[in-house]
C-alpha cells in the first residue's frame, strides 16, 4: 500500500509542478561555497575575496542536511542564514540546494532499509552520498519535511534567486524491493496483461511464460533484452519523477522571481532528462574535462548543446573545473594560464547564463580533497583566483551583451536514449557503440564549425533543420522512423549510422528485412551482416590519405535499390556490398554508414553534406583549433566568438557584418584578421 502511496504522489505532485522560463538580465559567474567546511572561520575574508574577484552569485546548503537537521525533528537554519546574509550585504546572488542526497548519519543508523541494495545484493554503505534508495517510503518522508523547511525558510530571502533540487540524481544503483514492486505496477501500468507481456516480450523463449504478475521475475541475472529495456526505462524515470516532485513542493514556496532548476551530469542514460526538464524553470549541467595539453574543445562544451536543447532556451553551468580535479592525486593537471577564461566563454558561447566552478575553496578532508576549488588549500589568492578576477570583472561590463544568447542551428543530432543502452545488451563490439559513435558525429560537426542541437527520440521535433546525424538508431517505432522517412521526403537530409531500424521500441527484432521502415528512403535492404577486422575502402572515396581510409568491426550486406554506393570496400568478398550508399528520396538525401568508420570518414562525409547544402562555406573556413559560435543577444544583435583552442598565436579572417570587439573595442569590419593569442578569445558584437 505504501508503494502504490507513493507512486501516486510521484504522479500527482509530477503534474502540478510546472516549469516557466528563468529571467536574467547579465551572466552570472561564482562558486559552490561551503562555509561549514573552512578550517576556521573566515566568512568575511571569503565575501571580501569575492567581492574584490568580481563573483556575484554562489551555490550553497545542497550538501548539508546533518547541518540542517541535526536530530530527528530538529532543524537548525542559523549557520546558513548569516552566510546568505553576509552575501545579501556584498551583493551576491544565492541559489540553495536541497540536501536531499547526502543523508544525516541518524537517519542511516534509524532506518537502513533507505540504502539502496544492488542488483548484485550489495548494500550501498553509510559514509559516501547518493546512497538511497529514492522510491523508499521513509526516505521519501524525510525528504519532504527538510525540503519544505528549507524552501519556506529561503523563499523568503531577498538575495536567494533560485533553488536547486537534489544533487546529480540517479538510482545509485538501487534494486530494493520497493523499486522492483513499483517496476511491476510501472508494467502493469503499461502492458495490462502478463498475457499482453508475453507476446510482446517473447518471454516463450527458454519457456519462461508468466501466468500471473506475482510470479514476474528479478531484474538480477535475466537475459531478456526487452526486460533489460523496460527496466533501464524505469531506472531512468525514478530520478525524473523524484526531481519532478521536489520541483513542485518548492514551487509552493518560491517567489515568482525565483527559478527551480537541477544540476545534471552529462551522462545520459542516468536519467529521463527530457522528462525532468519539464518540471524546471531552467536546466543546469555539471560538466568537467581535460586541461592542459589534453583539453579539446568538443569535451568542453559537447554537453551545453545537449542541456540547451532540452527546453531549448539557455541554461546554467553550476559546477566545472576550477583548478586540477579528480579523487586522489595521481591526476593533477591545473589549467595553462588563460584556459579558465576560454573555458568560461565557450560555456556563454554555447548559450549558458551562469558558470559555477566546485568550489571556492579547497577542502582540507575527505575524499575530493585533491579537486581543487578557486582557492588552494592555504586560502589565499592564486593564479586561477586572478584569471577569474580578470574574468568576472570582464562580464561585469560585457555581460548584458552575452546574457540569454539565441542560438539557431540548421543541424541536429537525433538522440535515442533507448538505443544507446539498447546497443548494450547484444553489443557489436567492446566499449559502448551508440555513445561512440554519437560522439564522433558531434566532434566531426563541431571541428568544422557545423553548429549542432540535439533532438530526442522521445518526442522529436526536426522542425527548422536541414541535416539530421543518427547514431546507431537500434531500437526505434515505426512512428519514429516514419517521421525520419517523411522529414527526408520533405526535402530534410539524412546521415545515418549502422544498425538503424533494427529493432521496435521494444528491443524486438523487427521480422522484415533490414532496416524495416527506412527502406524506402534508404534505397536498399540487407539481409546478413558479419564482424570484421579493419578494413579499407576502394580507391580512397573521401580523400582522407592511406592510413585513415579505414572501417572496421561491423559491416552490412547491403542490396541497393535506389541507393547510390559512394564506397566500397577494398576486399575480394565483402567489395560486392556498398559500404555507405546515399539515396535521394523525395526532395531530400539519404546517406548511410553500413559499417563503422572512423573519425576522418565521419568528418569527410558531414563536412562535404555540410557544403553541398550551403551551412558551411567550401573556402576560407576556419577549423578546428579556431572554433567560432553565433547567436543573437537581447537587443538583437548578433554575437561572434572566436576561440582559440591551441597554445599557439592564430590569425582569423572575420567573416561577419561590421561590429565591434568587446574587449578591444576596435571597430571590427569583414575581412579583417582576428589575432588569437594561445586559448585566447576574441567576441565581436555586430
Same mark, same amino acid.
Given at each position: 500500500?505504501?508503494?502504490?502511496?507513493?507512486?501516486?504522489?510521484?504522479?500527482?505532485?509530477a503534474?502540478?509542478?510546472?516549469?516557466?522560463?528563468?529571467?536574467?538580465?547579465?551572466?552570472?559567474?561564482?562558486?559552490?561555497?561551503?562555509?561549514?567546511?573552512?578550517?576556521?572561520?573566515?566568512?568575511?575574508?571569503?565575501?571580501?575575496?569575492?567581492?574584490?574577484?568580481?563573483?556575484?552569485?554562489?551555490?550553497m546548503?545542497?550538501?548539508?542536511?546533518?547541518?540542517?537537521?541535526?536530530?530527528?525533528?530538529v532543524?537548525?537554519?542559523?549557520?546558513?542564514?548569516?552566510?546568505?546574509?553576509?552575501?545579501?550585504?556584498a551583493?551576491?546572488?544565492?541559489?540553495?540546494?536541497?540536501?536531499?542526497?547526502?543523508?544525516? @548519519?541518524?537517519?542511516?543508523? /534509524? !532506518? &537502513?532499509?533507505?540504502?539502496?541494495?544492488?542488483? $548484485?545484493?550489495?548494500?550501498?554503505? #553509510? %559514509?559516501?552520498?547518493?546512497?538511497?534508495d529514492?522510491?523508499?517510503?521513509?526516505?521519501?518522508?524525510?525528504?519532504?519535511?527538510?525540503?519544505?523547511?528549507? @524552501?519556506?525558510?529561503?523563499? /523568503? !530571502? &531577498?538575495?536567494?534567486?533560485?533553488?536547486?533540487? $537534489?544533487?546529480?540524481?540517479?538510482? #545509485? %544503483?538501487?534494486?530494493?524491493?520497493?523499486?522492483?514492486?513499483?517496476?511491476?505496477?510501472?508494467?502493469?501500468?503499461?502492458?495490462?496483461?502478463?498475457?499482453?507481456?508475453?507476446?510482446?516480450?517473447?518471454?516463450?523463449?527458454?519457456?519462461m511464460?508468466?501466468? $500471473?504478475?506475482d510470479?514476474f521475475?528479478?531484474?538480477?541475472?535475466?537475459?531478456?533484452?526487452?526486460?533489460?529495456?523496460?527496466?533501464?526505462?524505469?531506472?531512468?524515470?525514478?530520478?525524473?519523477?523524484?526531481?519532478?516532485w521536489?520541483?513542485?513542493?518548492?514551487?509552493?514556496?518560491?517567489?515568482k522571481?525565483?527559478?527551480?532548476?537541477?544540476?545534471?551530469?552529462?551522462?545520459?542514460?542516468?536519467?529521463?532528462?527530457?522528462?525532468?526538464?519539464k518540471?524546471?524553470?531552467?536546466?543546469?549541467?555539471?560538466?568537467y574535462?581535460?586541461?592542459?595539453?589534453?583539453?579539446?574543445?568538443?569535451?568542453?562544451?559537447?554537453?551545453?548543446?545537449?542541456?540547451?536543447?532540452?527546453?531549448?532556451?539557455?541554461?546554467?553551468?553550476?559546477?566545472?573545473?576550477?583548478?586540477?580535479?579528480?579523487?586522489?592525486?595521481?591526476?593533477?593537471?591545473?589549467?595553462?594560464d588563460?584556459?579558465?577564461?576560454?573555458?568560461?566563454?565557450?560555456?556563454?558561447?554555447?548559450?549558458?547564463?551562469?558558470?559555477?566552478?566546485?568550489?571556492?575553496?579547497?577542502?582540507?578532508?575527505?575524499?575530493?580533497?585533491?579537486?581543487?576549488?578557486?582557492?588552494?588549500?592555504?586560502?589565499?589568492?592564486?593564479?586561477?583566483?586572478?584569471?577569474?578576477?580578470?574574468?568576472?570583472?570582464?562580464?561585469?561590463?560585457?555581460?548584458?551583451?552575452?546574457?540569454?544568447?539565441?542560438?539557431?542551428?540548421?543541424v541536429?543530432?537525433?538522440?535515442?536514449?533507448?538505443?544507446?543502452?539498447?546497443?548494450?545488451?547484444?553489443?557489436?563490439?567492446?566499449?559502448?557503440v551508440?555513445?561512440?559513435?554519437?560522439?564522433?558525429?558531434h566532434?566531426?560537426?563541431?571541428?568544422?564549425?557545423?553548429?549542432?542541437?540535439?533532438?530526442?527520440?522521445d518526442?522529436?521535433?526536426?522542425?527548422g533543420?536541414?541535416?539530421?546525424?543518427?547514431?546507431?538508431?537500434?531500437?526505434a517505432?515505426?512512428?519514429?522512423?516514419?517521421?525520419?522517412?517523411?522529414?527526408v521526403?520533405?526535402g530534410?537530409?539524412?546521415?545515418?549510422?549502422?544498425?538503424?531500424?533494427?529493432?521496435?521500441?521494444?528491443?524486438?527484432?523487427?521480422?522484415?528485412?533490414?532496416?524495416?521502415?527506412?527502406?524506402?528512403p534508404?534505397?536498399?535492404?540487407?539481409?546478413?551482416?558479419?564482424?570484421?577486422?579493419?578494413?579499407?575502402?576502394?580507391?580512397?572515396?573521401?580523400?582522407?590519405?592511406?592510413?585513415?581510409?579505414?572501417?572496421?568491426?561491423?559491416?552490412?550486406?547491403?542490396?541497393?535499390?535506389?541507393?547510390?554506393?559512394?564506397?566500397?570496400?577494398?576486399?575480394?568478398?565483402?567489395?560486392?556490398?556498398?559500404?555507405?550508399?546515399?539515396?535521394?528520396?523525395?526532395?531530400?538525401?539519404?546517406?548511410?554508414?553500413?559499417?563503422?568508420?572512423?573519425?576522418?570518414?565521419?568528418?569527410?562525409?558531414?563536412?562535404?553534406?555540410?557544403?553541398?547544402?550551403?551551412?558551411?562555406?567550401?573556402?576560407?573556413?576556419?577549423?578546428?583549433?579556431?572554433?567560432?559560435?553565433?547567436?543573437?543577444?537581447?537587443?538583437?544583435?548578433?554575437?561572434?566568438?572566436?576561440?582559440?583552442?591551441?597554445?599557439?598565436?592564430?590569425?582569423?579572417?572575420?567573416?561577419?557584418?561590421?561590429?565591434?570587439?568587446?574587449?578591444?573595442?576596435?571597430?571590427?569590419?569583414?575581412?579583417?584578421?582576428?589575432n588569437?593569442?594561445?586559448?585566447?578569445?576574441?567576441?565581436?558584437?555586430?
Amino acid at each position: 500500500m505504501k508503494r502504490i502511496i507513493v507512486s501516486l504522489l510521484f504522479l500527482i505532485t509530477a503534474i502540478a509542478a510546472k516549469s516557466q522560463d528563468a529571467k536574467f538580465n547579465n551572466i552570472l559567474y561564482g562558486v559552490a561555497y561551503y562555509h561549514e567546511y573552512m578550517p576556521y572561520e573566515r566568512l568575511e575574508k571569503d565575501v571580501q575575496m569575492m567581492e574584490d574577484a568580481g563573483i556575484n552569485v554562489v551555490r550553497m546548503g545542497e550538501s548539508t542536511w546533518s547541518l540542517f537537521e541535526p536530530n530527528d525533528g530538529v532543524f537548525e537554519f542559523s549557520w546558513l542564514d548569516r552566510v546568505v546574509d553576509r552575501m545579501e550585504k556584498a551583493g551576491i546572488k544565492v541559489i540553495i540546494g536541497t540536501p536531499t542526497y547526502s543523508i544525516p @548519519a541518524w537517519m542511516a543508523k /534509524k !532506518h &537502513p532499509e533507505i540504502l539502496a541494495v544492488r542488483l $548484485d545484493g550489495s548494500v550501498n554503505s #553509510y %559514509g559516501i552520498r547518493q546512497n538511497t534508495d529514492l522510491t523508499n517510503p521513509t526516505y521519501l518522508f524525510y525528504c519532504e519535511r527538510i525540503i519544505r523547511k528549507v @524552501a519556506e525558510h529561503y523563499a /523568503k !530571502h &531577498p538575495s536567494v534567486i533560485g533553488f536547486q533540487v $537534489d544533487n546529480e540524481t540517479s538510482t #545509485y %544503483g538501487a534494486a530494493n524491493s520497493d523499486m522492483q514492486g513499483n517496476f511491476v505496477d510501472y508494467l502493469k501500468n503499461k502492458y495490462k496483461t502478463v498475457d499482453s507481456l508475453n507476446r510482446t516480450w517473447g518471454l516463450q523463449y527458454w519457456g519462461m511464460t508468466l501466468n $500471473d504478475w506475482d510470479e514476474f521475475p528479478s531484474r538480477q541475472g535475466t537475459r531478456n533484452p526487452c526486460y533489460k529495456l523496460e527496466w533501464d526505462r524505469f531506472v531512468m524515470k525514478v530520478p525524473a519523477d523524484f526531481i519532478k516532485w521536489q520541483a513542485s513542493i518548492v514551487n509552493e514556496y518560491k517567489r515568482k522571481d525565483q527559478f527551480v532548476t537541477h544540476d545534471f551530469m552529462p551522462w545520459l542514460t542516468s536519467i529521463d532528462q527530457c522528462s525532468a526538464s519539464k518540471s524546471l524553470d531552467i536546466m543546469s549541467l555539471n560538466i568537467y574535462h581535460d586541461t592542459q595539453d589534453k583539453v579539446k574543445g568538443e569535451d568542453v562544451i559537447w554537453a551545453d548543446d545537449v542541456y540547451r536543447s532540452l527546453k531549448k532556451t539557455n541554461f546554467l553551468i553550476t559546477e566545472t573545473n576550477a583548478q586540477a580535479i579528480g579523487w586522489d592525486a595521481k591526476g593533477q593537471y591545473p589549467p595553462f594560464d588563460g584556459q579558465p577564461r576560454l573555458f568560461v566563454y565557450s560555456h556563454l558561447a554555447s548559450g549558458a547564463n551562469m558558470v559555477e566552478y566546485w568550489h571556492w575553496h579547497s577542502i582540507h578532508y575527505g575524499q575530493e580533497t585533491y579537486w581543487k576549488g578557486v582557492l588552494g588549500h592555504d586560502l589565499e589568492p592564486n593564479r586561477f583566483y586572478n584569471e577569474v578576477s580578470k574574468i568576472a570583472h570582464e562580464l561585469k561590463e560585457i555581460g548584458p551583451k552575452l546574457v540569454n544568447l539565441k542560438i539557431k542551428n540548421k543541424v541536429a543530432i537525433l538522440y535515442s536514449r533507448d538505443s544507446d543502452v539498447g546497443m548494450g545488451y547484444l553489443p557489436i563490439k567492446d566499449g559502448n557503440v551508440y555513445s561512440d559513435v554519437m560522439r564522433q558525429m558531434h566532434r566531426a560537426a563541431f571541428r568544422q564549425n557545423i553548429g549542432i542541437d540535439f533532438v530526442f527520440a522521445d518526442n522529436p521535433d526536426f522542425t527548422g533543420y536541414e541535416l539530421l546525424l543518427v547514431p546507431p538508431l537500434y531500437i526505434a517505432s515505426n512512428a519514429l522512423l516514419t517521421k525520419i522517412s517523411d522529414f527526408v521526403k520533405q526535402g530534410g537530409h539524412v546521415i545515418m549510422s549502422v544498425k538503424s531500424g533494427f529493432c521496435d521500441e521494444n528491443s524486438a527484432v523487427r521480422h522484415e528485412k533490414a532496416p524495416g521502415p527506412l527502406r524506402e528512403p534508404a534505397g536498399f535492404y540487407y539481409q546478413e551482416f558479419s564482424s570484421v577486422n579493419e578494413m579499407s575502402l576502394s580507391n580512397d572515396p573521401f580523400k582522407v590519405g592511406v592510413e585513415n581510409n579505414k572501417v572496421s568491426n561491423w559491416v552490412e550486406f547491403i542490396i541497393p535499390e535506389n541507393a547510390k554506393t559512394i564506397a566500397s570496400y577494398d576486399d575480394q568478398f565483402f567489395g560486392k556490398y556498398p559500404a555507405i550508399t546515399e539515396n535521394k528520396f523525395g526532395n531530400g538525401s539519404f546517406i548511410y554508414e553500413g559499417c563503422l568508420v572512423n573519425d576522418e570518414i565521419q568528418s569527410a562525409i558531414i563536412t562535404k553534406k555540410a557544403e553541398d547544402l550551403g551551412l558551411i562555406s567550401k573556402e576560407n573556413r576556419a577549423r578546428y583549433p579556431v572554433i567560432i559560435k553565433s547567436g543573437t543577444n537581447d537587443k538583437g544583435k548578433a554575437i561572434h566568438y572566436y576561440l582559440n583552442y591551441s597554445n599557439k598565436s592564430l590569425n582569423v579572417v572575420y567573416n561577419f557584418n561590421s561590429g565591434t570587439n568587446l574587449f578591444t573595442k576596435r571597430a571590427m569590419n569583414n575581412g579583417e584578421n582576428i589575432n588569437l593569442n594561445p586559448w585566447d578569445v576574441a567576441i565581436v558584437e555586430e
